[in-house]
């Protein structure tokens, strides 16, 4: 008789699981991927565009190509690799040149992403949101204090590897509130402006790498990966 109930039971462990068991499974699974979502979705701002990258980057590009134009057209060789003084009015066509550059990099990054978050129905301002821009202006704005202080004492050469370390940090403590990706482009800018610090008469090329190159090459991977 006890054979005969473990034959029973052991059968009964081997019958294929109904149909209606499966669908519970599967939409379990849904419920527990759709909860996940939600909490990416609150937790993390998920709204970055590719494109935002790309378009920071050929703004870079340019706005570093005229910046070594208007030091060459001064009769200066920016690439002499040793400490350059500059004039006044030289002084204030590149600040001006690099506010330009700020303020065409933001916007065209603001509307990429804006952009995108309509296409997925986000909500663009968000706790996560809100954290992010904290978390990224906060070290921007010391940096961006320093290099005032560089400049004021002529130290020129150094603001160019400054605005890449402090952009770098920026981005590092930023990556918790967004994808991972902005942790790696953190460490590689922030890596970038410290050899730059050594290799003063270098600080343009640099900054050409770090703000152009990397971020064209992050938004190209952002805008495959996260499409």
């Known amino acids: 008789m006890a054979k005969q109930t473990d034959y029973r039971q052991t059968n009964a462990s081997k019958r294929p699981e109904s149909p209606t068991g499966a669908s519970d499974k599967a939409q379990y699974q849904q419920d527990l991927s759709a909860i996940r979502t939600m909490m990416e979705r609150s937790s993390r701002f998920i709204s970055l565009s590719g494109l935002s990258g790309v378009a920071a980057g050929l703004t870079a590009l340019l ?5 070594y134009f208007l030091v060459k ?4 060789d920016y690439l002499t690799h040793t400490s350059l003084s500059y004039s006044g009015d030289l002084m204030t066509r590149l600040i001006l040149l690099a506010l330009i550059v700020l303020v065409l990099a933001l916007g065209l990054a603001t509307y990429f992403t804006v952009r995108k978050s ?4 986000l909500s663009i301002w968000t706790t996560a949101t809100k954290q992010l821009l904290s978390a990224l202006f906060v070290p921007l704005v010391i940096g961006g204090i320093c290099c005032i202080a560089l400049i004021y004492h002529g130290h020129i050469e150094l603001v160019a590897p400054a605005t890449l370390i402090f952009y770098g940090l920026s981005l590092l403590n930023a990556s918790k509130y967004t994808y991972t990706e902005i942790y790696y482009l953190g460490i590689l800018e922030a890596a970038l402006g410290l050899m730059s610090s050594f290799l003063v008469g270098y600080g343009l090329i640099f900054w050409m790498l770090g703000f152009g190159v990397l971020h064209i ?3 190209i991977v952002m805008q495959r990966k996260y499409r």
């Open 63 to 67: 706005g570093g190509g005229y910046a």
């Open 217 to 219: 090459v992050y938004g």
């Open 73 to 76: 057209e001064a009769g200066r």
């Open 118 to 121: 309509k296409k997925a129905a």
